[in-house]
């Protein structure tokens, strides 16, 4: 009895210490090394934020995070401390964080008002270079970004690397969501935000807009930073920008976005505006302006695609003041982002030099130098870098200046043939070590290894809608360089073997579908006129006279074209000629069948195609597959069928079971006096 009740009483105690050691096994916070050190905190000694544990610590203590007085003018400062960032933090594990009403990391600085104080970050937070990687914000709690609210600090060499969101997780940003009387220096972001309402993957603003590099500044300046944070808005934001949301009193320099912004609303029209910034209020609805904004020396491309037809620069004013908003010297990148025009604004806007260049425009230094900036000091250019385009100095320094031009591929030319894309560009000079080249379709790499031809097969193709290529050239020191992109856009598939068969005064057409997504809708024609829209593979004329006819199919869908947005085109129509006989002639009417092989469906495919072929009398049919070296893989039909139109479906298998690799096949049907053979492809 006594060893029951101890074996229990040792089950109930290891219970215990498997929940203390789960608990404990997340990091906990710790203050910094130095913190018992006199003097700590200050700029002569700051606290040392040297590892995860240093950095809880930090998110999890708002006393250290500064104070000042609230509702006063002017403002008193009463704490303001100092930090600096030792070495590099993987803040992976914060994906199993948990705390009092969220998941994930708890923001620095997440405004708790009272009326008397509110606590922001009032503070010097230096990163050094250093990264903060895999930050992670769950669907729950305080989802503002590294820091929440910042008020009168400096944000300097902070690189937040790789952040991670849930989804939809309602993130304002990867650094912080609002920042007022503030510096930002030197800071950078990469990673993936997915919001809904109010998202960014910067500086959140308090309303519903998104941005990337800068969501609300006010009063601020952001220097010398970029970001590399694909942004995907799920719910009405009116306004977008990869660099800035909203800008107010505060002015951008030297700085860049080469990240993205995608919307996945259920109403395209509720995202408005999307580019270098979402909107600049510099004055109230009642009063003077507020303040003037000014946005000089920036940059942006993008990895993916903008919203189409978004602006790059937008301003609102209310009223609008020339005074309000200033851009001097900025670029964009006409073929990445697909956009042709700058900016959508109201009128008296003080817009002094904005400049849209081609992709290997804006891989050329003397672009750049034309427009005073300064390649000394602040900015640099490497062929196999950043993609060719510019760069920090302060963020790289690592990575050499060279300003130097090599070649890159150009004079793009492409085929569609059903779901296969055959891409060529021009031959390099002979001087140029090329050894090889990568292709990248949406930023997806899709060659594999490197290929040593100028053409590349793109078999993966698998949907109507529009693709953008990236070739780089592999020179022989493994350094590559980058292609423009390339738009193919892959036209509506028209419909296949459509067939049509008179039964009395009725014609039925059928024909088959080799898009691999359903059609938005499926028009049928007579004689050239619209008279029907359809969702199957199959109508039917009803009641026709006598005489001859023209029927015709074609099939639409809704589809994504880069820099023209979602579209509804139809493909091409497909035709066929149809007597209807008279009654009398048709009382004895039969249908009247062609013996034929008519083709397979979908093609190319994967795994499994439909191969219909028709008789014209009963009799004995043969249907076997073979390879391309003229080896039988397997026999789908051998027997006798009845007259009229037939399918056989093919899985893939050959004559054991076993799947077969992708590839050209042959499909030979034969029966009394007709043989025939076509071709067909199976895909990845």
Not at 118 to 129: A, D, M
Not at 484 to 504: K, R, T
């Amino acid at each position: 009895m006594k060893k029951r009740h101890f074996g229990i009483n040792a089950l109930l105690m290891l219970g215990c210490l498997l929940c203390i050691f789960s608990l404990h096994s997340q990091t906990v916070a710790e203050p910094p090394s130095n913190f018992d050190e006199p003097n700590a905190g200050s700029e002569e000694n700051p606290f040392l934020i040297s590892n995860l544990a240093n950095l809880r610590w930090l998110s999890e203590t708002h006393y250290y995070w500064g104070e000042r007085t609230w509702n006063t003018n002017p403002v008193t400062i009463m704490r303001y401390y100092h930090f600096s960032q030792t070495a590099d933090i993987d803040a992976a594990e914060t994906v199993d964080w948990e705390y009092e009403g969220g998941t994930g990391f708890k923001s620095i600085g997440e405004s708790i008002s009272t009326f008397h104080q509110r606590y922001e970050f009032i503070g010097n937070y230096n990163g050094n270079n250093y990264k903060i990687e895999n930050l992670y914000f769950g669907p729950t709690g305080y989802r503002n970004g590294l820091f929440s609210f910042v008020w009168g600090a400096t944000l300097q060499n902070i690189k937040i690397v790789n952040i991670n969101t849930s989804e939809p997780s309602f993130v304002r940003g990867a650094l912080a969501r609002r920042v007022t009387n503030s510096y930002i220096f030197n800071c950078s972001a990469t990673g993936t935000i997915y919001g809904s309402w109010n998202s960014g993957s910067f500086i959140f603003p308090p309303t519903e807009m998104a941005g990337g590099l800068i969501m609300t500044a006010w009063n601020s300046v952001i220097e010398n930073c970029f970001t590399d944070v694909k942004i995907t808005l799920n719910n009405g934001n009116n306004y977008a920008g990869t660099i800035v949301g909203r800008l107010s009193r505060s002015i951008i320099r030297n700085s860049y976005s080469i990240g993205s912004i995608v919307e996945y609303g259920t109403n395209p029209n509720d995202f408005k505006f999307h580019g270098i910034i979402g909107s600049a209020v510099t004055s109230s609805a009642s009063g003077p302006p507020t303040g003037r904004n000014t946005i000089e020396n920036c940059y942006i491309t993008s990895r993916d695609y903008l919203a189409p037809g978004f602006a790059l620069f937008y301003h609102f004013s209310s009223p609008p003041t020339i005074e309000g908003l200033v851009i001097s010297n900025c670029f964009w990148d006409v073929d990445a982002t697909g956009l042709t025009l700058p900016y959508s604004v109201q009128p008296n806007e003080n817009i002094e030099t904005i400049y849209g260049l081609s992709g290997p425009e804006m891989r050329n230094m003397i672009n750049f130098t034309d427009a005073d900036w300064d390649f000394e000091n602040v900015w640099a250019i490497n062929p196999y870098f950043n993609n060719g385009y510019p760069f920090l100095r302060s963020m790289h320094p690592d990575i050499e200046h060279t300003p130097t031009s090599i070649w890159v591929p150009l004079d793009f030319s492409h085929q569609i043939e059903g779901n296969i894309v055959t891409l060529a560009w021009e031959d390099p000079p002979t001087d140029a070590d090329v050894i090889g080249y990568k292709i990248y379709r949406d930023s997806e790499l899709v060659s594999g290894n490197e290929i040593i031809t100028n053409t590349f097969f793109d078999d993966v193709v698998n949907e109507e809608r529009s693709y953008r290529y990236i070739v780089t050239a592999i020179y022989t020191n493994d350094l590559e360089s980058w292609s423009v992109y390339y738009q193919v856009d892959i036209p509506i598939f028209s419909p296949v073997n459509l067939v049509a068969i008179v039964q009395g005064n009725d014609v039925l057409l059928e024909w088959d579908n080799i898009s691999n997504r359903q059609p938005y809708s499926v028009q049928v024609y007579q004689d050239g006129e619209y008279t029907d829209s359809w969702f199957s593979t199959s109508h039917t004329f009803f009641d026709v006279p006598d005489g001859e006819y023209v029927f015709g199919v074609r099939s639409g869908s809704r589809i994504w074209i880069h820099g023209s947005g979602w579209q509804y085109p139809f493909s091409n129509l497909v035709s066929i000629s149809v007597t209807v006989p008279v009654v009398s002639e048709m009382e004895e009417f039969e249908p009247v069948f062609d013996t034929a092989l008519l083709g397979n469906y979908p093609n190319p495919f994967n795994p499994v195609t439909a191969i219909k072929y028709s008789l014209a009398v009963e009799s004995m049919v043969r249907i076997d597959i073979y390879n391309i070296k003229g080896q039988r893989v397997k026999m789908l039909e051998n027997g006798y069928k009845e007259k009229g139109n037939h399918t056989v479906v093919w899985d893939g298998a050959d004559g054991n079971g076993r799947q077969v690799g992708v590839g050209i096949y042959f499909y030979r049907m034969q029966t009394e006096g007709f043989t025939a053979v076509k071709k067909m492809v199976m895909i990845k």
